[in-house]
């Protein structure tokens, strides 16, 4: 199975990172350049953005706010990811931490993002944040990106439980392996197993979401946003 964000941005328009147009374009191009600003869009590094911008979405908002509202929650969700729009905001929402935008272009940003509302699938379309909702997505994504450190610890270990989910069901393999090794008697040699499983499951997350994309530090995003 392929990771989740690249199914996701598969399906996904290409975003300008310079005017916060939504186009359609060939994604398997190096580049393409923009028909609004004429900005040049590397489509390597707009996948890198995207990646990181969708975990910070998936675990820094969508899974949080989840498990805030549910406190003595013992299910654990498989949630569907939120759409393009809710991704394309959260770019804006992180691209004061990954590309220096100020508060106030990452807004206009994300006001352009929401008038383009058409241009997204329909199922994609319910997040479209009020001022008040976008301030609290802004923290609870650069919290994320910061670590964590605001999340009660049992948000913080309710999530690392679904990262582990979701690196399973994006390594089929090792997660038959480890259901098999689940079912066996207890011994030791069970035990060292498992715990090289749990233990790789850690790293491929880690390797997968906190990547930080490499964005030069002289960019500078949203600046022709009109
Ligand atoms: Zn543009």
């Given at each position: ?19 916060a ?10 580049s ?12 390597k ?5 995207y990646?990181y911008?969708?975990?910070c ?14 406190t003595?929650?013992?299910i ?8 393009e ?9 992180i ?6 935008a ?6 206009k ?6 008038s383009?509302?058409s241009?997204?699938?329909?199922k994609n379309d ?15 994504l ?6 964590f450190?605001s999340a ?6 309710a999530?690392f ?18 259901l ?17 499983i749990?233990?790789e499951?850690?790293r491929r997350?880690?390797?997968r ?18």
């Amino acid at each position: 199975m392929a990771l989740i964000a690249d199914n996701e941005y598969r399906k996904t328009r290409i975003l300008c990172l310079s005017c916060a147009a939504i186009l359609h374009g060939d994604k398997t191009a190096p580049s393409i350049i923009c028909p609004d600003c004429g900005t040049t869009i590397n489509l390597k590094q707009q996948f890198e953005i995207y990646r990181y911008a969708f975990y910070c979405l998936r675990y820094g908002y969508q899974y949080r706010q989840y498990y805030e509202e549910r406190t003595d929650s013992k299910i654990k969700p498989f949630l569907a990811p939120l759409g393009e729009m809710a991704t394309f905001i959260a770019i804006a929402a992180i691209s004061g931490v990954i590309g220096n935008a100020t508060y106030d272009a990452l807004k206009k940003a994300v006001q352009k993002l929401i008038s383009q509302e058409s241009k997204c699938e329909a199922k994609n379309d319910r997040f479209l944040p009020t001022n008040e909702e976008f301030e609290q997505f802004f923290n609870y994504l650069t919290d994320f990106h910061n670590g964590f450190s605001s999340a009660p610890e049992f948000i913080r270990e309710a999530i690392f439980e679904e990262m582990l989910g979701d690196a399973a069901a994006e390594s089929p393999q090792l997660a038959d392996r480890l259901l098999e090794l689940l079912g066996k008697e207890q011994s030791k040699s069970k035990e060292i197993q498992v715990t090289a499983i749990y233990r790789e499951l850690v790293r491929r997350q880690k390797a997968r979401v906190l990547k930080k994309p490499n964005i030069s530090p002289h960019a500078k995003m949203w600046e022709k946003v009109k």
